[in-house]
């Protein structure tokens, strides 16, 4: 092997190379195992002392000199490589950022605030009642015997009963017992919460719905307050004028009792889904507290008259912003909820 010649064609061969597998190759082709170089080392065991002494350096100058030449090399593919990942990579810190979605409040929560507040401007205060109630304040304190008409069709049809007793409350009204039980008259309060009814769901009736229950009881507190009180309620809420109508009705637990009705704001009473083709949306039940109520709660209906209501807050909220289906409240669909 000719010695400056190798040398020559090995620089060549690393010139040449292109890749790091390129320069893998050469290595294994002068320096591996069974590369060139090992096999003149192999040689050179057969020669005389003097000239295993002189190939053995050249040799050695060869190897050193290929090593470092193969290091160089490739520490410059290692370089350009990186620098391409670098520019790959790189990114434009003026570019603007992902945009991290705030969630917000459901309407019914937005809306049972606003009314919260139209209330409390009024001097109601806000109180809350249980979701888990007995029969004796959802049905017996409210005036509703065990074989009354109204029982049997609410508790056969509409009530979810508790297996370990107690049931679902079907409306807010049994929370006017407690707050009587607890405070003394004057009082003024709405009570929001949910209610739970088992009947079959349409476009205005769900299982789990909102009510906002209103009680005023005062010395002389009579329907004529309420009318004033709901007429400013639903003036301040829609912020304009609405048609209503107050309907005879009946409701064990007040007398007189009716039903308020307004006029259908998805249609402008034209007739839709939401108002069931009729052009009115029932909004609530209401009427002057039985004097039984009042008892059951423990005021002397001597001394003490006042009315109550009792409010669908998924209705307001449908008559509020156009909404014809009360399904969509609980439907969990984004396109409906990021409207509002
Ligand atoms: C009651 O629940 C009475 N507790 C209301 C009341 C309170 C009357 C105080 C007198 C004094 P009613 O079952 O009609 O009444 O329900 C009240 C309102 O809830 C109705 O006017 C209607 O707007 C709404 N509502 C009734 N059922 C459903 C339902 N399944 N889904 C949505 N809203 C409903």
């Given at each position: 092997m000719n010695l400056k010649s190798t040398k020559n064609q090995t620089k060549k061969e690393i010139e040449k190379a292109k890749s790091l597998s390129d320069l893998d190759n050469i290595f294994k082709k002068y320096l591996g195992k069974k590369g060139l170089l090992r096999t003149e080392f192999l040689k050179i065991k057969k020669l005389s002392k003097k000239e295993k002494i002189r190939i053995g350096k050249e040799l050695n100058t060869l190897?050193?000199?290929?090593?470092?030449?193969?290091?160089?090399?490739?520490?410059?593919?290692?370089?350009?490589?990186?620098?391409?990942?670098?520019?790959?990579?790189?990114?434009?810190?003026?570019?603007p950022g992902k945009k991290i979605?705030?969630?917000?409040?459901?309407?019914?929560?937005?809306?049972?605030?606003e009314i919260a507040g139209i209330f409390q401007s009024m001097g109601f205060e806000v109180v809350e009642g249980p979701e888990i109630e007995t029969e004796w304040y959802n049905f017996d304190a409210l005036n509703i015997p065990e074989d009354h008409p109204a029982r049997v069709a609410l508790s056969l049809g509409k009530t979810f009963y508790l297996k370990g007793g107690g049931l679902m409350r079907t409306h807010t009204s049994c929370a006017q017992i407690h707050y009587m039980?607890?405070?003394?008259?004057?009082?003024?309060?709405?009570?929001?919460?949910?209610v739970f009814r088992a009947e079959a769901t349409d476009a205005s009736h769900e299982t789990n719905f909102y009510q906002i229950e209103g009680l005023m009881v005062g010395r002389d507190v009579s329907a004529?307050?309420?009318?004033?009180?709901?007429?400013?309620?639903?003036?301040?809420?829609?912020?304009?004028?609405?048609?209503?109508?107050?309907?005879?009705s009946y409701f064990p637990f007040t007398e007189p009792s009716f039903e308020l009705d307004m006029k259908c704001t998805v249609c402008a009473g034209k007739g839709c889904s939401a108002c069931k083709y009729s052009g009115w949306i029932e909004l609530l039940g209401a009427g002057m507290v039985h004097p039984n109520v009042l008892k059951n709660g423990g005021l002397n209906p001597k001394n003490w008259q006042g009315f109550a209501f009792g409010m669908s807050l998924d209705r307001l909220t449908m008559m509020k912003?156009?909404?014809?289906?009360i399904r969509l409240f609980h439907s969990g669909d984004l396109r409906f909820l990021k409207q509002f």
């Open positions: 190897r050193v000199f290929l090593q470092k030449e193969i290091a160089k090399k490739a520490k410059e593919f290692r370089r350009k490589e990186l620098s391409k990942q670098e520019k790959e990579e790189e990114f434009d810190i003026t570019l979605e705030f969630g917000h409040l459901h309407p019914l929560t937005l809306v049972q605030r039980e607890k405070n003394n008259p004057p009082l003024r309060i709405i009570v929001p919460g949910k004529a307050n309420f009318k004033a009180v709901i007429q400013k309620f639903l003036e301040e809420f829609f912020k304009t004028s609405i048609k209503i109508k107050l309907r005879p912003y156009k909404i014809n289906d």
